[in-house]
DNA sequence: AGTGTAGTTTGACGATCGCCGTACTACTTC
DNA sequence: GAAGTAGTACGGCGATCGTCAAACTACACT
């Protein structure tokens, strides 16, 4: 994804690289992720769908690179439950909000899990028959 | 439901023990349980308590031990909601309604998950203070 | 400044959820 | 039989969910 060239010097005001924006994002701490919200956050399979590319890329995406079958509102809305449930971290880069899974914070508070679902999902996509939904 | 039209059938009493009676209760097949619908399921508070508890007992249980702090016909809700997606299995003995994990179903279709999950409530529980909720 | 791209916000919708009480069925025991 | 126990079925209630379209904000690139 990401044509990272973008070679023209983001020569913007800041120094470096396009800086996280004025916006920002409300997140939970490590130790107020429940697992409760979690779960019930990957029970829907658009967002596990993000979950499972988030993981499968292992880098910050765009929320734009996920093309899923739903409104632009509707990618919001997901995107906005995985991040206030804790399962993602998402920043602004310009125009663009990345995302990444917070796979630390996960492993650290129930290790194994994030491991087990996404096999477990892996593997219900073969037994299916290969619907990646 | 089914009138029973067979008096002399239940000769139960005299053999041996309490035998499922003749109401059906519907399970899927193990090939039809599905990821998204048992993290749901254990998404809720109540249910992740009787899956714990169906757990740490490691035997099949009346619906009546668990005691939740909600109404019966909830109560029936929640269990049927985890039999109709897999995570347990119920059968009638007499009047009572046994219920059991469907453990083997369960780690044959995603190695693994139910024990990361249950470890991960064992963890939070802990971790927000022994509030076995 | 103007156009375009990326994502948000709002409000609405139907569906589902968790919960309840009441009335009911199925079984056991007296 | 009658009485008691265990669980079900049936609405109904307010809350939340997943979804959408429309209007909007924020940034980038001419």
């Known amino acids: ?24 994002l409300e997140h939970p701490r490590r130790e ?13 399979p658009m967002r596990m769908r993000v979950v499972r590319t988030l993981e499968e890329e292992n880098c910050e ?3 734009s690179v996920f093309d899923l079958p739903v409104s632009k ?31 630390d914070d996960l492993d650290a508070l129930f290790p194994g899990l994030l491991d087990s679902v996404l096999a477990a999902a892996a593997l219900q996509e073969g037994r ?6």
């Open 1 to 24: 994804m990401q044509t990272q060239t973008t070679p023209t010097a983001p020569q913007s005001r800041a120094s470096s690289q396009p800086q996280a924006s004025g916006r920002s």
């Open 32 to 44: 107020a992720i429940r697992l409760e919200d979690v779960l019930h956050a990957l029970s829907d």
């Open 61 to 63: 995406l765009s929320c």
């Open 73 to 103: 509102s509707t990618t919001t809305h997901h995107f906005r439950v995985l991040r206030e449930c804790g399962v993602i971290h998402q920043i602004y880069r310009g125009t663009a909000k990345m995302s990444a899974l917070r796979r």
């Open 128 to 133: 299916l028959g290969g619907n990646r939904g």
